[in-house]
């Protein structure tokens, strides 16, 4: 090796070991992903890159990943269904067989014999072999998820509903069940769009729904809500709710909120301004 290419790969460890250290509760492990060629190393590191989450560093001679990550917020499969779903198989999760069709001939690499199915199976112990699954179709996913965020967006509306009533002590007392239900969601169990937006809100969702629930402070408690409103809304959005939620406006707030009903009790002025507002959007 020259001394130029020391000197990169001193400089492509430093800045690996940079993004190692902003992820925080880390853990390690060693998965084989299958692949050809170097454009295959750069597709698969930018799926399964998340900042501060997440860092993968694939090898394209042993066909072996590191992958790191903040098992606070993600986990190994998480990591590898976003692999997959560019194209890559690994030895728990095999690549739609479209989305393989597609990569460029010199990284489509050679698949072994595995069946891609839609459900999880249990796989035999000598083997050691599981499948791949696109099992974003598996009902019983499906219905985890459901179960597991309509617990979130319930505890949100008895929120929003004390708030119009203007019963600041209620307020309170369903903003720690609302965090409550929050900190009880097991986010592996959420379909991949639904588990990229959560990722994304849960932060603050969680601030907002501690700092209501710590104050009977009426207009403090409205402030929080405007930020918890608007996260809330990105979630339910892309959670597609079964039955029509209404995205509502209030032009005195410059702020929105979210109800079961089209008719408008707003939320930041109760019985003073009670109706002031509109519906923006049907979300269904």
């Given at each position: 090796?020259?001394?130029?290419?020391?000197?990169?790969?001193?400089?492509?460890?430093?800045?690996?070991?940079?993004?190692?250290?902003?992820?925080?509760?880390?853990?390690?492990?060693?998965?084989?992903?299958?692949?050809?060629?170097?454009?295959?190393?750069?597709?698969?590191?930018?799926?399964?890159?998340?900042?501060?989450?997440?860092?993968?560093?694939?090898?394209?001679?042993?066909?072996?990943?590191?992958?790191?990550?903040?098992?606070?917020?993600?986990?190994?499969?998480?990591?590898?269904?976003?692999?997959a779903?560019?194209?890559?198989?690994?030895?728990?999760?095999?690549?739609?067989?479209?989305?393989?069709?597609?990569?460029?001939?010199?990284?489509?690499?050679?698949?072994?014999?595995?069946?891609?199915?839609?459900?999880?199976?249990?796989?035999?112990?000598?083997?050691?072999?599981?499948?791949?699954?696109?099992?974003?179709?598996?009902?019983?996913?499906?219905?985890?998820?459901?179960?597991?965020?309509?617990?979130?967006?319930?505890?949100?509306?008895?929120?929003?509903?004390?708030?119009v009533?203007?019963?600041?002590?209620?307020?309170?007392?369903?903003?720690?069940?609302?965090?409550?239900?929050?900190?009880?969601?097991?986010?592996?169990?959420?379909?991949?769009?639904?588990?990229?937006?959560?990722?994304?809100?849960?932060?603050?969702l969680?601030?907002d729904?501690k700092?209501?629930?710590?104050?009977?402070?009426?207009?403090?408690?409205?402030?929080?809500?405007?930020?918890?409103?608007?996260?809330?809304?990105?979630?339910?959005?892309?959670?597609?709710?079964?039955?029509?939620?209404?995205?509502?406006?209030?032009?005195?707030?410059?702020?929105?909120?979210?109800?079961?009903?089209?008719?408008?009790?707003?939320?930041?002025?109760g019985?003073?301004?009670?109706?002031?507002?509109?519906?923006?959007?049907?979300?269904?």
């Amino acid at each position: 090796m020259n001394s130029l290419n020391k000197i990169m790969m001193a400089i492509l460890v430093l800045l690996s070991g940079i993004s190692n250290a902003q992820i925080k509760n880390t853990k390690t492990e060693s998965v084989k992903i299958y692949g050809n060629c170097g454009m295959c190393k750069t597709k698969i590191e930018k799926a399964g890159n998340l900042k501060n989450i997440s860092h993968v560093d694939w090898n394209e001679d042993t066909k072996m990943a590191t992958l790191t990550y903040d098992e606070n917020k993600t986990n190994q499969d998480e990591i590898l269904k976003r692999i997959a779903l560019v194209g890559y198989d690994s030895d728990k999760f095999l690549a739609p067989a479209d989305v393989y069709s597609k990569l460029p001939g010199c990284c489509q690499y050679d698949r072994e014999a595995k069946v891609p199915v839609k459900t999880p199976i249990k796989v035999d112990a000598i083997s050691r072999e599981t499948v791949l699954v696109e099992d974003n179709h598996n009902p019983m996913s499906e219905n985890q998820e459901s179960n597991q965020l309509q617990s979130v967006f319930d505890n949100y509306f008895s929120l929003k509903d004390a708030l119009v009533k203007t019963d600041a002590k209620t307020t309170a007392s369903k903003a720690n069940e609302l965090l409550t239900s929050i900190e009880t969601v097991k986010m592996e169990a959420l379909k991949m769009d639904v588990h990229m937006v959560w990722m994304k809100v849960l932060k603050d969702l969680k601030a907002d729904a501690k700092s209501i629930s710590e104050t009977q402070d009426i207009k403090k408690q409205r402030d929080s809500f405007k930020s918890l409103s608007k996260n809330t809304y990105e979630l339910i959005k892309v959670s597609k709710p079964t039955e029509p939620v209404y995205y509502q406006y209030c032009p005195m707030q410059d702020a929105n909120w979210l109800s079961k009903e089209n008719a408008v009790k707003n939320p930041y002025y109760g019985s003073q301004m009670l109706t002031c507002g509109k519906t923006v959007e049907t979300i269904k």
